[in-house]
């Protein structure tokens, strides 16, 4: 008689090995220069789902999930409160470490693409994004300052929430738009692309995009950074060549 072990092993053995999908993406560009004249960028995000076979006709749908950061920096939140008749900034919280831009996409609502345990150990949601850092993490009421760091932002369009939006065809082609805004920081931006089934993470991978400033742009920043005095110089014999060049122009205008 064989025993009930041998059998379940070798069943195991015959059965068909799980099917493994991966996700492969590109960037319409991946890197966005800051001119005079530059007033945002559209970034397209595509890709396909890689199978070792046939689509799977039973299961839950694939969903996607695409997540774009900003470089993340040290924050100063301060809560005004109206005393004596005028608004005046009372408690601050230095947060830690927070994305100067932050876009999640998804395919579906987010609650439906992506388990909490899955938000908690990637940290794709907006809130997620945010780092108070461990000595805030435990402190009362820091809800409340985050909650105001990302209504600000959102008001301002640097931190977007876009469901729906990932367009996804035949669950294997996708793609979505993401803007960035005028005033971008410099840096690397991270565009993490998420595959998820039933709420987990099957796979992901990121990509980057690098902006920087270019041209006059560049020569000021880092003139205004990196040599302040002469900075300052220039600006003022700017102002004064153009109070002299106004001045001019209206003696030549009465005369």
Do not use: C
């Not at 900003?70 to 408690?91: A, C, K, L």
């Not at 994305?99 to 809130?127: H, K, M, N, Q, W």
């Not at 991270?190 to 099957?202: E, K, N, P, Q, S």
């Not at 006059?216 to 153009?242: D, Q, T």
């Amino acid at each position: 008689m064989i025993p009930a072990v041998f059998i379940l092993v070798l069943s195991l053995a015959l059965a068909p090995p799980a099917q493994a999908e991966e996700v492969v993406a590109g960037l319409s560009q991946n890197r966005v220069s800051i001119t005079a004249n530059f007033d945002g960028s559209e970034i397209l995000i595509f890709g396909a789902v890689k199978r070792d076979g046939p689509l799977p006709e039973s299961g839950e749908p694939l969903q996607v999930v695409v997540a774009v950061a900003g470089p993340f920096t040290p924050v100063t939140v301060r809560r005004r409160e109206r005393r004596y008749g005028i608004w005046v900034n009372s408690d601050a919280v230095e947060i830690d470490s927070a994305p100067s831009f932050y876009a999640v996409a998804t395919s579906g609502r987010f609650s439906e693409v992506l388990s909490e345990a899955e938000d908690r150990r990637y940290r794709i949601s907006v809130g997620r994004a945010i780092r108070p850092g461990d000595a805030l993490s435990a402190s009362p009421g820091i809800s409340d300052f985050i909650d105001a760091l990302i209504r600000i932002r959102k008001r301002d369009r640097h931190y977007l929430e876009q469901p729906y939006t990932v367009i996804m065809e035949e669950q294997t082609l996708f793609r979505t738009k993401v803007v960035l805004p005028a005033n971008l920081t410099e840096g690397d931006y991270a565009v993490r692309i998420f595959l998820t089934r039933d709420g987990y993470v099957i796979d992901w991978l990121e990509k980057k995009i690098f902006v920087q400033k270019v041209g006059l742009e560049r020569f000021l920043y880092s003139l205004a950074h990196e040599r302040p005095l002469a900075y300052g110089i220039l600006s003022l014999f700017i102002a004064v060549l153009a109070g002299w060049l106004a001045s001019a122009a209206f003696r030549t205008m009465r005369s």
